[in-house]
């Protein structure tokens, strides 16, 4: 039987090839990067050398090796590789594939099953793997850029170790472009600047740097180009960024925890990243108004002010002038006092409430406009603060039956230490008063 899914032929030799294609690793030991996989003790090389292959999930940015270390792993465990993209598949497609499987294991033959894309399959697609992964039919290599805890079925994660690839490095794009420079005979002309401005074009994409060495590789110049005429001929690539994809989280949280650590210098890196991948200052700025309102609170209740304030400027300025204010408000929010006992007091209040169901607010505080209402002691014994001394009457306001809780409790930073001077004083009136 043909199998419809197995590689391609190889090409001819004398047929062009990419020069990314002609320097594809042929041998693990080749690869450039993912050491903490492959090295001594990696994950990937103690499962080799204990020669026990089980189902994996790569997870990495594009362009770091997942397709290449796929086919290597099915030549170093002598299994048949087969490769699909759940792009272009469906369940027909992988009805086939697994009959094929079938019938090579029934001849002895494994086959090693490597998805790519494996995030865009649905829930019942992805289901469909389970048995023959339980059985031993195939061994899956799944590869996904996106995050597998909220991409992939709690079912596969639970029969495949997820293991992570990482952004090449510097070094290893230099090592890359070493090897494309013995390729192909001839030395990059590009001045050692700009060689690492063509590596940060890259940004940690091997198949894209590889694309980007091939071009300069082929231009006839008298001299080494420097960094800014490299610029003029080439496009620096765009930075990975989807605004609904694990990056955006993950640069929100940089963004956030940054401010949260007093970091301003941090702060702004992580701000930058964002509008300059393209992200909308608008939720940008929604968002630097949480971070005052949950990690400075009344620390500093300007906080709050300055955030709005560079909110209403961004809309009336636009971009990219309107971006400056940002910057002021995560600048001002890195710096300011921190504190988040009013959210931590927030929650606690809403637990309290939620488990206390519908006890009614003790009568003394509650309105008589009615006979009935009066009659019923509505308002009875209630102590108008006004006429108390010091204005604080120490009356109790939750629940009858319900225990005084303690929710609140100032921080002896910022604005806060005077806060708390205000709380322990009222809760000293209030043991005074018996209240």
């Known amino acids: 039987m043909q199998d ?32 903490q996989l492959l090295g001594h003790g990696g994950a990937l090389r103690t499962m080799l050398d204990s020669g026990s292959l089980g189902s994996v999930i790569f997870w990495g940015p594009p362009g770091v090796g997942k397709t290449t270390l796929a086919r290597l792993l099915a030549h170093e465990t002598d299994l048949s590789f087969v490769q699909i993209s759940a792009i272009f598949s469906g369940v027909p ?8 499987a079938k019938l090579r294991r029934g001849n002895g033959q494994g086959t090693l099953l490597f998805v790519d894309e494996i995030h865009r399959f649905n829930k019942a697609q992805q289901d469909s793997f389970l048995p023959h992964m339980e059985d031993g039919t195939i061994v899956l ?4 850029t996106e995050n597998p805890s909220f991409e992939l ?14 952004r090449l490095s510097d070094t290893d794009l230099m090592d890359l472009a070493a090897r494309a420079e013995g390729d192909v005979g001839r030395t990059l ?17 091997g198949r894209a740097f590889l694309n980007l060495v091939e071009q300069v590789l082929a231009w006839d110049v008298a001299a ?14 765009a930075a990975q960024y989807d605004k609904s994809g694990d990056a955006h989280y993950n640069l929100i949280s940089a963004l956030h925890k940054s401010v949260r650590g007093s970091d301003p210098d941090a702060a702004l890196y992580w701000l930058a990243r964002m509008l300059t991948a393209g992200e909308d200052p608008r939720y940008l700025a929604r968002r630097i108004t949480r971070m005052a309102v949950e990690d400075i609170g009344l620390a500093d209740p300007q906080a709050q002010a300055v955030c709005l304030q560079s909110w209403e400027t961004f809309e009336r300025l636009g971009s990219p002038e309107g971006e400056l204010a940002l910057a002021q408000a995560v600048t001002y929010l890195a710096l300011a006092p921190k504190s988040n006992a009013a959210y931590v007091a927030y929650k606690a209040a809403m637990k309290d409430a939620k488990s206390t169901g519908s006890k009614p607010p003790p009568k003394h505080i509650l309105n008589a406009p009615t006979d009935l209402m009066k009659d019923q002691g509505y308002g009875d014994g209630y102590a108008y603060d006004h006429d108390a001394e010091d204005g604080f009457s120490g009356q109790n306001y939750f629940p009858d039956g319900m225990d005084r809780a303690a929710y609140y409790t100032p921080v002896e930073r910022g604005f806060e230490r005077d806060l708390k001077k ?3 004083y009222f809760a000293k009136l209030r043991d005074k008063r018996g209240g």
């Open 189 to 205: 002309p590009l001045t050692d600047a700009a060689k690492s401005a063509l590596v940060e074009m890259a940004d940690g994409d």
């Open 153 to 166: 079925n709690a079912a596969i994660l639970s029969r495949a170790q997820v293991l992570v690839l990482e």
């Open 93 to 100: 497609d992988l009805r086939k594939v697994f009959d094929a």
């Open 422 to 424: 205000r709380v322990d």
């Open 4 to 35: 419809l899914f197995a590689t391609s032929p190889s090409p001819q030799a004398d047929a062009p090839r990419p020069l990314a294609d002609r320097l594809r690793p042929q041998s693990l030991d080749d690869v450039v990067g993912q050491d």
């Open 141 to 144: 290599v799944g590869a996904t």
């Open 224 to 237: 080494p180009l420097t960094p800014t005429e490299l610029g003029q001929r080439l496009s620096r690539r």
